[in-house]
């Protein structure tokens, strides 16, 4: 009686670890788990034709005009009709009037929707603890706004002013959280204990070999390969204390704001303290490409 196949799994590459379980923190999701939703990009400029011709009132006018005719068998009407709609779609793309009250207004509303989208979708793609932190966050913020909104200090082009920059905190604190989270994900997968152990077999092999020896120079050059790599995640995780910590003084900062808004005096002590965390969240955005550039040039895709 033949013997059944065994599936062979090949072990992991010196110095990762092996694939997480299915379904695990860091893994790949379950079978059940459906992809996410691309999101559509929205176009850099209004498309103002597509806006006149896709208007429903336009589209409702056309119809009639085609339906009567059609009613009426009279062929001239549906004529007309398309001949008042190709005039249409000449003279309303171009309107200055159309685009100041009309076609602009609706291209920011569907900015605002994209931007929304997007910012679910990274929201969505946090652990559960970061999620959660973002949802206190904007929490905070809407109270930031409430309680700015009955101090009578704050005049509403000021107030205008200092909560669009809680806005661009709370959008910096979901790309810090996303970051963190990836690269938390990344060096879960290496193992670090691996890479000692080859660090410390090739150091053995570099100084065994004589001079001149094949061996040695190969030696060498893994043991160069294998210190680059320990020194990147230092670099890593040099990164994730630091930006951890931002996230932690960002959160910390909302609330001290919350509680000081009500008495505060002048909008320059709002806008001081918001600054401050601003030039924090910029100062990190910078060491965040710099680790990207170390992801990449490790071929980690991450």
Request: a neutral charge; charged letters at 25%.
């Amino acid at each position: 009686m033949p013997r059944p196949e065994r599936s062979v799994v090949p072990p992991p590459l010196p110095g990762r670890a092996g694939p997480p379980a299915t379904g695990a923190p860091g893994g790949p999701p379950s079978p059940q788990a459906e992809p996410p939703t691309p999101i559509e990009p929205l176009p850099e400029k209004p498309p103002y034709l597509a806006f006149a011709a896709m208007n429903p009132y336009n589209l409702s006018l056309l119809a009639g005009g085609l339906l009567a005719s059609v009613l009426t068998l009279n062929p001239v009407v549906a004529l007309a009709a398309i001949g008042l709609e190709g005039l249409w779609l000449l003279w309303a793309p171009d309107s200055k009037t159309l685009k100041t009250f009309v076609w602009d207004r609706k291209f920011d509303q569907m900015k605002a929707a994209h931007a929304e989208r997007e910012r679910a979708d990274r929201i969505g793609r946090l652990g559960p603890a970061d999620r959660a932190r973002v949802t206190n966050l904007v929490g905070k913020q809407a109270e930031i706004q409430q309680l700015a909104s009955r101090n009578p200090s704050f005049t509403g082009e000021l107030l205008r002013g200092e909560l669009k920059k809680t806005e661009r905190l709370v959008e910096a604190f979901i790309e810090m959280a996303t970051t963190s989270g990836r690269y938390e994900e990344y060096l879960a997968s290496v193992d670090i204990d691996a890479l000692e152990r080859d660090r410390g077999r090739w150091e053995r092999e570099a100084n065994a070999a004589g001079k001149g020896d094949a061996r040695a120079d190969l030696a060498r050059k893994n043991l160069s390969i294998i210190l680059r790599r320990l020194e990147k995640m230092k670099e890593i995780r040099q990164y994730l204390t630091v930006a951890r910590g931002q996230l932690d003084l960002i959160e910390n900062s909302f609330q001290l704001i919350a509680d000081q808004i009500v008495t505060m005096q002048s909008p320059q002590e709002l806008s001081g303290q918001l600054n401050e965390l601003l030039d924090g969240v910029e100062s990190i955005r910078q060491t965040a490409v710099d680790t990207e550039q170390v992801l990449n040039a490790l071929g980690t895709g991450a």
